[in-house]
Antibody
Framework: QVQLVESGGGVVQPGRSLRLSCAVS????????MNWVRQAPGKGLEWVGV????????YYADSVKGRFTISRDNSKNTLHLQMNSLTTEDTALYYC???????????WGQGTLVTVSS | EIVLTQSPATLSLSPGERATLSCRAS??????LAWYQQKPGQAPRLLIY???NRATGIPARFSGSGSGTDFTLTISSLEPEDFAVYYC???????FGGGTKVEI
């Protein structure tokens, strides 16, 4: 069955960096665009960014542009989110999600929690 | 930037009742709108894409309608497991609405 498993979350100080990963199984990862979505505690969903199936195209929300970088390793069925210059505003549960051909996000992981605090 | 406004923020209903949730876009998004359900402690689940297409495995009591700027998610008869938060999302930078909580 389809599984998306995020990892790499934790507590980090403001200004520091963190790298999240999303291990995928159950579908052809190399044929799918992938997204990161986050949710601050008690708040709604915020799209973070997307990477195309071959990694050649990436788009980001304005709130993370220039600080976050999405990458993927199709040989390892793994998605990454490199987060630099973290602020307390980045505290959230981070989900990876598969892009349903540009229509919506059909598969989601369970999320990994990032807490930015001094 | 297209903004999605969901209403009401909270909908208080009983099992068996009909739920009607609204999502309004600040400018036309054609039919490029999706709906998700999120229960506490769980990841969102895709319900509807392209305004009215049910995702795989979604019960027929869930239906979506609308185009342009006004969209509706209807749950024809609420089951106990349907009490949750619902989000709409549009394809322009994948922005989400603020959510509607359907509570008992």
């Amino acid at each position: 069955q389809v599984q998306l498993v995020e990892s790499g979350g934790g507590v980090v100080q403001p200004g520091r960096s963190l790298r999240l990963s999303c291990a995928v199984s159950g579908f052809t990862f190399s044929n799918s665009a992938m997204n990161w979505v986050r949710q601050a505690p008690g708040k709604g969903l915020e799209w973070v960014g997307v990477i195309s199936d071959d990694g050649s195209n990436k788009y980001y929300a304005d709130s993370v542009k220039g600080r976050f970088t999405i990458s993927r390793d199709n040989s390892k069925n793994t998605l990454h989110l490199q987060m630099n210059s973290l602020t307390t505003e980045d505290t959230a549960l981070y989900y990876c999600a598969r892009d349903l051909g540009g229509y919506a996000f059909d598969y989601w992981g369970q999320g990994t929690l990032v807490t930015v605090s001094s | 930037e297209i903004v999605l406004t969901q209403s009401p923020a909270t909908l208080s209903l009983s099992p068996g009742e009909r739920a009607t949730l609204s999502c309004r876009a600040s400018q036309s998004v054609s039919r490029s709108l999706a709906w998700y359900q999120q229960k506490p402690g769980q990841a969102p689940r895709l319900l509807i894409y392209d305004a009215s297409n049910r995702a795989t495995g979604i019960p027929a009591r869930f239906s979506g309608s609308g185009s342009g700027t006004d969209f509706t998610l209807t749950i024809s008869s609420l089951e106990p497991e349907d009490f949750a938060v619902y989000y709409c999302q549009q394809r322009n930078y994948w922005l989400f609405g603020g959510g509607t909580k359907v509570e008992i």
